[in-house]
């Protein structure tokens, strides 16, 4: 079996930097314990389970101020997918130490929707209900932008005349490109006049751009990430629609099934950018694993039960984070 590795795939510098101002801020003892962490720092389990290791408790709940208010005391912590300013005023207002790790991609965008907001622009924005990158905009100028995650939710508007008069578009950081442009072309039919600022950040772009170019000809795309990932999902769904080739979506190498890989040929990997390289890596020396020595790849007799029961790694520590390259 030949196994392509899409590159660029995996951690992006947004996440890298997160995960490193948490391991600081847990090695500090000069930082108020105990420490929390607002919400997943990343969307990946593993990525959390380690920095638990290390003393950090994640919290969740269904927004950020809601899971601000189990906090009494301590030191919180800021995700990469941004806050809003109401929610780091009660943080201040209780006295807890706070700690941003917002990704500096999305902060351009907190930056972006308040200074239309100041020159009198009503924006729609587009991201995904109930992640909490946009619930972070959306709070920087409440009421007077609307989330909008597809054509229905544009029909559903009601702006008053007002609103409609000076319109932007805004964007979520990890959403499909190919959707966006089409949600905006929607947008623009109704609302020609509409500024358009599409801020989809590099890091998701090239992983979406490479699946497209180099899963093309696989017969399977492994995508590995956690199922609450948006990056990890659109590049599923960018093999599947962009680059004709189906997907499948593994949190790690334990949930590889060998039966996809039965007559497969040639098999492409890719990780969502909140995807520790380890994982990533496992699952593509499992795939090499598979090659056949004597060349007849995917004729090889695959193993009755999951990888998970039967592949020992060799133990392997991360070498560095960052884009996994090749
Ligand atoms: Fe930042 Fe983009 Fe990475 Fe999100 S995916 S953390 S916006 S670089």
New binding site residues.
């Given amino acids: 079996m030949e196994v392509i590795k899409i590159s660029p795939r995996g951690y992006?510098?947004?996440?890298v930097d997160a995960l490193q101002i948490v391991r600081k801020t847990a090695k500090d003892p000069q930082q108020p314990r105990p420490i929390y962490i607002i919400g997943q720092i990343v969307h990946n389990r593993h990525a959390i389970e380690e920095l638990t290791a290390l003393g950090v408790i994640t919290l969740d709940g269904p927004d950020r101020a809601s899971i601000l208010e189990q906090v009494k005391e301590g030191t919180v912590i800021f995700t990469?997918h941004g806050v809003s300013p109401l929610v780091k005023q009660r943080a201040r207002e209780r006295g807890l130490n706070c700690i941003d790790a917002t990704?500096p991609?999305?902060t351009v965008t907190h930056d972006l929707v308040r200074d239309l907001v100041a020159k009198g622009y009503y924006i729609l924005y587009i991201g995904k209900k109930g992640h909490p990158e946009p619930e972070g905009v959306l709070g920087e100028v409440p009421g007077h932008i609307s989330l909008i995650e597809n054509e229905a939710d544009v029909d559903a508007l009601a702006l008053t005349p007002q609103q409609q008069e000076k319109l932007a578009i805004s964007t979520q950081?990890?959403l499909s490109q190919w959707d966006t442009r089409r949600v905006i072309a929607y947008i623009k039919e109704k609302y020609p006049h509409a500024e358009v600022h599409i801020d989809i950040?590099a890091?998701?772009q090239s992983r979406q751009e490479a699946v497209v170019a180099q899963a093309k000809g696989a017969d399977l795309t492994i995508v590995v990430g956690d199922p609450r990932s948006n990056?990890t999902n659109r590049l599923v769904q960018v093999s599947e629609e962009l680059a004709g080739v189906p997907a499948v979506r593994i949190e790690d190498l334990s949930q590889l099934k060998t039966e996809w890989l039965q007559g497969k040929k040639r098999v492409a990997v890719t990780a969502g950018?909140s995807t520790p390289s380890q994982l990533t890596r496992e699952v593509i020396r499992f795939l090499e694993q598979f090659s056949i020595p004597d060349g007849k790849s995917g004729e090889h007799p695959i193993p009755a039960a999951s990888p998970a029961g039967q592949y020992t790694m060799k133990s392997e520590k991360a070498k560095s984070e960052g884009t996994e390259q090749g």
Avoid: F, I
């Fill in positions: 992006c510098y947004g996440v990469a990704c991609d999305v950081t990890t950040c890091a998701t990056n950018a």
